[in-house]
Antibody
Framework: QVQLRESGPGLVKPSETLSLTCTVS????????WSWIRQPPGKGLEWIGY???????NYNPSLKDRVTISVDTSRSQFSLKLSSVTAADTAVYYC????????????WGQGTLVTVSS | EIVLTQSPGTLSLSPGERATLSCGAS???????LAWYQQKPGQAPRLLIY???TRAAGIPDRFSGSGSGTDFTLNISRLEPEDFAVYYC?????????FGQGTKVEIK
């Protein structure tokens, strides 16, 4: 059974860079699309972007200038960097897997709360 | 960008009743790329339906999806206690992959 686990700092200061890693276990990172999705407390879901195992990416235009997603297939990990964060970036961040470029998000991590505060 | 609007915001029902949740798209979309997720407090979303009407693995048959064009529906035929949760629709055909704002199904 595929499992995803997010890790990273739970507190980030305003204007700094949020960095999270998703570790994939129970399956290969190859041949799949890997997304980051976030959810502000008490609010809905926002897709941030995805990376294919080969390294190609697609970002939400609303965040594109601040987002970088990368992959390390040797470690079965992919990562999110979000720069110049503000309080509006406080959210639970989820990593998720898509079976194909046109597939739904079938597997999700449990999520990690990142708070932006000084 | 496709905007998805879910209605109602909250649905108050009793166990055993039927739930009908709606998801409207701002423009006609390919039904092949419409999904429904269930989210319980403190948990990640769980995929219920994809391709508008195909149940994901392990999803009970009381959940069914339908629709095309701009109007999509998730039906829960007989609510079980574990079905009280928030439900989101998502379009994943073209980037950005947007979600509806969610419908909360609560116990009446």
């Amino acid at each position: 059974q595929v499992q995803l686990r997010e890790s990273g700092p739970g507190l980030v200061k305003p204007s700094e860079t949020l960095s999270l890693t998703c570790t994939v276990s129970g399956g290969s990172i190859s041949s799949y699309y890997w997304s980051w999705i976030r959810q502000p407390p008490g609010k809905g879901l926002e897709w941030i972007g995805y990376i294919y195992y080969s390294g190609s990416t697609n970002y939400n235009p609303s965040l594109k200038d601040r987002v970088t997603i990368s992959v390390d297939t040797s470690r079965s990990q992919f990562s999110l960097k979000l720069s110049s964060v503000t309080a509006a970036d406080t959210a639970v961040y989820y990593c998720a897997r898509r079976g194909s470029k046109t597939g739904p998000h079938s597997y999700w991590g449990q999520g990690t709360l990142v708070t932006v505060s000084s | 960008e496709i905007v998805l609007t879910q209605s109602p915001g909250t649905l108050s029902l009793s166990p055993g009743e039927r739930a009908t949740l709606s998801c409207g798209a701002s423009q006609s979309v390919t039904s092949s790329y419409l999904a429904w997720y269930q989210q319980k407090p403190g948990q990640a979303p769980r995929l219920l339906i994809y391709g508008a009407s195909t149940r994901a693995a392990g999803i009970p048959d009381r959940f069914s999806g339908s629709g095309s064009g701009t109007d999509f529906t998730l039906n829960i035929s007989r609510l079980e206690p574990e079905d009280f949760a928030v439900y989101y629709c998502q379009y994943y055909g073209t980037s950005p992959y947007t979600f509806g704002q969610g419908t909360k199904v609560e116990i009446k």
